[in-house]
């Protein structure tokens, strides 16, 4: 490696995301992809605001970060490739940003992620590695892959330009809002979401939503030090929030702003996807529904005025009409 | 009656929607709402877009026109109230307007209307008066209600205000596109959405989908005179689009432009709606999948740049389920 990648790397593990860099994703974003929709609707006679990047051309907000990562990448870096390791969403989200900027993708992605987001995938034009999520490292094999092509890693959460970039979300609403939310409830999996609303919004409350038994998040911002999910995890619907470990640069920002964590069952996400057909008229994945499901459950209250992310909407429609049946 | 109301139904039966019009209720709707969402997708490898007016507030365009009608009203006519019958989605659009107006509203619904539909009507603030469409004639209660009151009757397509309001969603997809499509695909049950969308892209070709045997639009334009509905229709999914007869004004705006109709099953519109839910993330109600079904069924030829109207998304969830399935 020559003294230009290790200080690129040295750069790159100190520098902390902020807001000015959520203002230039947002800039950057909003120069290519039209807003997502703001809804209004009222839960339990509150009003409340939902911000549907449900909808986005990938179907989540992952192209946010991707976006404001691929398109700092200097020309050298951009004709060495990017590779990425995800279950899906994000996986599409490098693989859309670097087929929009003629990029070469590597995406490794587990044999158990929803086909229809691994498909996704490969309909951007990226390569799929897939590995066994029990047995092999999918950081090691993307460092691997990284080592040998000269490719630059994107991580799915932990690095201050995904952060930035998935904070687009919260400008891009303030600004269809027309004003500041007083609280914004989002799904939590590593946490690259949270935070980037969290710069973006810097007087709004944050909660975060978890998977029950996968809420490592929501206990590290309770003991006020980063501790992983615990031995042998309950099994949870939301394959986009399954992250063992948070990361620093995640946890540091929402500490930091007191954001508060609840953990919402599969059953509670089911009943927040029904809504969201019936009421919303969209298609959310379970993971995109948690933030919801913690509003409609009132596991957080709904003080002043409060937007939630709809996050995602990549479902197996086998899934999705078992989890909202009845 | 006195002599300045029978002025006033004189230039109301007389007047012909136009472009000025829908211009000018574009600019109406584009200051209350944001826009709805154009999508783009892949039919058989040719690229699509779909404007997703079932993200409207009430689930539908039908707000469209009912804004227009109700914000020419003068003063005095708002004093008097309104008064629709509807099967649901033009009872909810003329409900919503009302309620930002500040006007009352009376809204005759059939007693075999989707619940939903009737619920979000009343949650509006509408008095709603149920029928039963075997035994009563509703534009007869309606006409009593109005000769009583001094109401205005607001017809759900047989009217210019309401042609030029639903054409406002034209203009909007236009502007989002930047440019007009070639070929505008909508469903269509009176013909107002789809004589509004001829009216706001004069170059456009023009494609109209109707439920197989409720396909009068597409007879009344392949013989070039108004037919009715035949005798004992069969049952369609599509409540929003079971008219029995379409009107001078949307059928000449249709002729003159040598729109085509065509027909669609019950499964055929199932599987627009399975297409919906899993590719683009919406819940469409069975009428507003109309124009998707002809589309995905290869009934209408995607020339050039297609724009495919997905008009509404209020389904009861039994149904949605129902005919999603498999």
Redesign the interface.
Known sequence: MDKCSLMNEAEFTTRKPGFPGVMRAYEKVSAIL?P?????FEINDRQVWAK?D??Q?I?AFKLRGAWHRLTDLSEAERARGVVAFSSGNHAQGVAWAASRLGIAATIVIPRDAPS?KVEATRSWGAEIILYDRAKEDRAEIAARIASKSGATVVPSFDDPWIIEGQGSAGLEAIK?LGFEPDLIVTPCGGGGLAAGLALSAPHAQIAISEPEGWDDMKRSLEGGVIVPVGPNPPSTACDALQTLLVSPLTFDVLRSRGAKGVAVSDGEIGMAM?FA??T?????EPGGAAGLAALLYEKVEPVGRTLVMLSG?NVE?AV??AM??G
């Open positions: 039209p997502t929709p703001v809804m209004s549907a449900s909808l051309p179907g229809i269809q029904r057909r019936n919303l008229g969209l298609t959310l909407g429609p999705f009409a909202t049946k």
